[in-house]
Every structure is written in structure tokens, then in C-alpha cells.
């Protein structure tokens, strides 16, 4: 009888004592500090392993043609935005079924670079494409990317080099008003 009553009486102080979590906001604030993430302007990760090719199947019910991927590394630049996926792949199937890119013969090197020139610029800068160029040259400049050519969303297949010489002549002093 005494256990009892004591089990009963850990139970009913135990289930009296108000446990309180840490402060969700507080914590996440913390570690964003601690990390630097208010800063944080670019970012760049490296890795392998496999990629597929999504919806392109040999059949219906195979699954997705499977590549190997030895190395690959993705930058990303949060200012401009603008990011760079650099990335090597090779056949894996054996043999390979057809479709996604099959059958591939030794390596394929895939670059992908992509910036926006229409995103809305931040408060006190200039509007207009041109800023954005040279935002987006820089970018390139700063990463060391070697670009011949930019297929842009909303425009005409451009050389690199013509994106240099509007940058050149027209730089930040063009100046555009609403």
C-alpha cells in the first residue's frame, strides 16, 4: 500500500511541474548568428552520386534512366541571383534502354548557369536591365565562370563578349526613370 501511495504521489508531482520549451524564434536566431546567415551572400557545395533523367523511361514501367555522377559542384550567388551547376556524368545502365539521353558514350560535362535579369531590384538601386547586366557580369567576373555564350528566359542568344562591351559602354552610368 505504501508503494502505491508513493508511485501516486511521483505521479501527481511529475504531472504538476509545467515543462516549457525553448523559444523557437529565440533558437533559430541564435544559430543564425552563430552561423553568419545574415550575411550570407553565395554559397557552394560539392558531392557524387547518381542522377536520372525525370519522365524519360524506356518504357512506362521502367524506372528513370540512371546516370553516374564522379563529381559535381553547384554555386549559388543570393545577391544577383544567379547560380552555377557544374556537373559530370556517365552512363550507368548497362545496357543502356534508350531514352534520357541514352546510350551515353564516355563523359558528358553539363554547365548550367542561370541568372535573373528581371528580378525586382533591391530598395535604392537603379531599375532597369542594365544594372542587372552588370550585376550578372560581375557575378561571372567574381566566380571565375567561363562563359561563351547566355541564353536568357526573356531575350536573344547573346556572346559573352557582347555582354562585355555593353558593360563597358554603358556600365552604371545609365540611369533609367519610371
Same mark, same amino acid.
Given at each position: ?13 511529475? =504531472?504538476?511541474?509545467?515543462?516549457? !520549451? *525553448?523559444?523557437?524564434?529565440? #533558437? ?5 548568428? &552563430?552561423?553568419? @546567415? ?10 557524387? =552520386?547518381?542522377?536520372?533523367?525525370? !519522365? *524519360?523511361?524506356?518504357?512506362? #514501367? ?5 546516370? &553516374?555522377?564522379? @563529381? ?107
Amino acid at each position: 500500500m505504501k508503494k502505491s501511495a508513493f508511485l501516486l504521489f511521483v505521479a501527481v508531482v511529475c =504531472g504538476s511541474i509545467q515543462l516549457r !520549451g *525553448q523559444d523557437a524564434k529565440a #533558437s533559430l536566431e541564435a544559430a543564425s548568428a &552563430a552561423l553568419g @546567415a545574415g550575411n550570407l551572400r553565395s554559397i557552394e557545395f560539392s558531392g557524387r =552520386g547518381f542522377d536520372y533523367i525525370f !519522365g *524519360q523511361p524506356y518504357d512506362v #514501367s521502367a524506372p528513370w534512366p540512371t546516370f &553516374a555522377v564522379p @563529381a559535381m559542384t553547384v554555386a549559388i550567388e543570393y545577391a544577383t541571383p544567379a547560380i552555377r551547376d557544374d556537373r559530370r556524368r556517365h552512363q550507368f545502365e548497362n545496357p543502356p534502354l534508350g531514352g534520357g539521353f541514352q546510350p551515353l558514350t564516355g563523359e558528358l560535362r553539363q554547365i548550367l548557369i542561370e541568372a535573373d535579369s528581371w528580378t525586382p531590384p533591391a530598395p535604392g538601386d537603379v531599375p532597369g536591365a542594365v544594372v542587372n547586366l552588370v550585376n550578372f557580369f560581375e557575378v561571372v567576373q567574381r566566380l571565375n565562370l567561363n562563359v561563351d555564350q547566355v541564353v536568357p528566359f526573356h531575350g536573344r542568344l547573346t556572346s559573352f563578349d557582347e555582354i562585355r562591351q555593353a558593360v563597358q559602354t554603358y556600365g552604371k552610368t545609365q540611369y533609367w526613370t519610371n
